[in-house]
């Protein structure tokens, strides 16, 4: 009687295990990333059509072209945005909320009575919507990285200026802090990111999964940005980078103003230049980064 209980133990513990184990191989079949599956988008700055950013200005106002997005229909856009030297807009509004990033020059961007705050590339501002400023550029060359959550992107009389709670932030490029990669935890999952450096800018207040980051890979790091659920868009800051989306077959040099990004889990791989490279990162998704 005994031999026949713990011959039936037996055989329900062999049952439970191999019940757990074709659990445990099921789950992980399941949870499996598959890169393929992901839409992913690439736009070179050398690829780009440029136009007038404001047609009521022509030639004389800056000059624009969309990364994504159409900035003249509804939704969400990026585009680069550059300024001739000299050029300062008289006071005016935008009917829409935006964000910035200095790629090159340098922009002041602020009250029309406020000191005068130039910030080079790599310098970061937000603009509220209905909010009276004016924009500046003194250097010989002049281009800003420009994002809005929800378009067409319009530029108003201080006629019609409004009230918002949002207020602007100006964010000069040696005001911006930076940790290193090995000391956070969600952003380093292989216990190594030498040469990893995050600095947080924004979050949204609507959904607070929806944030912006700079993310800085120095000289010699090749590895990959490995996504969750979510969209995803980098655009290159400083420096250059080979980059290789999950399906492509080869990979391509990006340079100052390119930009890629995907939908869904996705895995980019990336090569940092000579110099390093900066990537502004707006994401709704989780995202790691990993040394090969």
Known sequence: MKHFIATAA???????????????????????????????????????????????????????TNLWGDRTKEGPSGM??????????????????????????????ADKDARELWMPDGSFWTQPSGETHITAARAATNMAFV???????????????????????????????????????WLN???????????????????????????????GFTGNITTGEGDFKAVIVSGDATYKA??????????LGSYFGATSVSQHQITAGAKGVILYINTTASFTAQHK
């Not at 067409?152 to 949002?166: D, H, N, S």
């Not at 999952?189 to 995050?198: E, I, M, Q, R």
């Not at 999950?246 to 340079?255: S, Y």
Request: charged share 20%; net charge negative; proline share 6%.
């Open 10 to 64: 037996f055989a329900i513990l062999s049952a439970s295990c191999a019940e757990q184990t074709t659990q445990k191989e099921t789950i992980t079949a399941i949870e499996a990333p598959s890169y393929e599956d992901a839409t992913y988008e690439l736009m070179l700055a050398t690829d780009v059509t440029w136009g007038a950013l404001n047609p009521a200005r022509g030639e004389n106002g800056p000059r624009a």
């Open 80 to 109: 680069l945005v550059k300024f001739k030297e000299g050029f300062a807009s008289p006071p005016h509004i935008h009917n829409a909320t935006y964000r910035a990033v200095v790629l090159d020059g340098e922009i002041h961007n």
């Open 147 to 185: 994002e809005i959550d929800n378009g067409p992107y319009v530029v108003k009389p201080v006629e019609e200026a409004f009230e918002t709670t949002e207020r602007p932030i100006n964010v000069h490029d040696t005001n911006v802090v930076w940790l290193d990669g090995k000391d956070i935890n």
């Open 189 to 219: 999952k292989t216990g190594n990111l030498d040469g990893v450096s995050l600095a947080a800018l924004w979050q949204s207040q609507t959904n607070k999964n929806h944030k912006g980051f700079y993310l800085r890979l120095a000289p």
């Open 246 to 255: 999950a399906t492509a077959t080869t990979p391509v040099t990006t340079m």
